[in-house]
């Protein structure tokens, strides 16, 4: 029970701030989508990501264990999914990166720090940051519908990951004032992002949320396996070990919806991958607690 109360703690407040936008839109209210993606991806969630980066403690080898686990997990991910979306049929452009990336930071993060610690959370942000730069690199990529890589390394979050790597390796620390105002910068990418995503949402067709729960168990399904899998093959230990697992678990991140709509993908069918995935959470999240603890 007391996990069951955790995850609806973390999972229902994403629900409520999704639920103002569609009421916001429902009532006639004017919404500037692209001005709201744009302030978003270039500004709070890089300075959301590098905030994070600089302020973890981790040792090293834990560190390169942890690393490298995620970045094998996210490759066979994407040869799964890839394979999965070809026999189905489906646009890669749209859905393979929400299949990869979960929402590893605005449910994976909280959810890992309660349920692990301070220590637990530390291994989350290295997760968080890996997947960030797939997401921000190779996801981009995907969801612009190719074109020269560089495209992807104009993306201001990509540079706030690896920026923010650099001074987690070094321990290195901007200025207390400095750090002050990202940190303040950054948490209005969370709520903004979110409440974006309820505008999309006041726009979907039931069937195309039906299609996007089906998707989502598979994913779940798919995601878990793989990181099982891939964490006792690096035979990690048991707190990066669990919070492998987790982060890789996580429901479709709210910005493979951002991305979807800055680079004209159909974004509507990526809202409905986020909402089903995230109700679904409500129940598997709970489960893959219990296995892990």
């Known amino acids: 029970m007391d996990l ?13 701030l999704g639920a103002i936008g569609f ?3 429902k009532t006639g209210h004017e919404y500037r989508m692209e001005f709201i993606t744009r302030l978003s991806m270039t500004l709070s969630v890089p300075a959301l990501i590098f ?3 600089m302020k973890t403690e981790i040792e090293p080898a834990a560190l390169t264990a942890l690393t490298l686990a995620a970045v094998v997990a996210y490759l066979v991910l994407t040869l799964i999914f890839w394979a999965l979306l070809r026999l189905g049929h489906l646009s890669q452009r749209t859905f393979l990166a929400p299949m990869i ?3 590893t930071g605005n449910v994976g993060l909280p959810l890992a720090l309660f349920a692990f610690g301070e220590a637990g959370f530390a291994y989350a942000v290295v997760v968080f940051a890996v997947m960030a730069i797939f997401s921000f690199t190779a996801g981009v990529w ?6 020269s890589p560089l495209r992807a390394l104009r ?14 390796w ?5 200025p207390g004032w400095l750090t002050n105002a990202l940190s303040l910068l950054g948490q209005i990418a969370i709520p903004v992002m979110l409440i974006t995503l309820g505008v999309a949402v006041a726009r979907l067709s039931a069937g195309r949320l039906g299609r996007a729960f089906v998707l989502s168990l598979v994913r779940a399904g798919v995601c878990v396996g793989v990181a099982v899998a891939v964490g006792q093959w690096f035979g990690l230990e048991p707190v990066a070990y669990a919070v492998l697992v987790l982060q890789i678990s996580t429901p479709v991140a709210v910005t493979s919806y951002m991305l979807a709509e800055k680079y004209g993908a159909d974004s509507e069918a990526v809202a409905g991958m ?4 995230t109700i679904l959470a409500v129940a598997s999240l709970p489960l893959t607690l219990g296995f892990l603890i």
């Not at 070094?170 to 901007?174: I, V």
């Not at 986020?274 to 995935?277: E, R």
């Open 4 to 16: 069951i109360l955790t995850v609806l703690e973390i999972v229902a407040p994403v629900g409520l």
């Open 274 to 277: 986020v909402i089903a995935s």
């Open 155 to 168: 993306e201001p979050v990509t540079w706030a990951t690896l920026l923010g790597a650099v001074f987690l």
């Open 51 to 53: 905030t994070a980066l």
């Open 101 to 103: 990336f979960g929402n």
């Open 142 to 147: 995907l969801v612009s519908g190719g074109g």
């Open 170 to 174: 070094q321990g290195w620390q901007t």
């Open 23 to 25: 009421v916001w839109v």
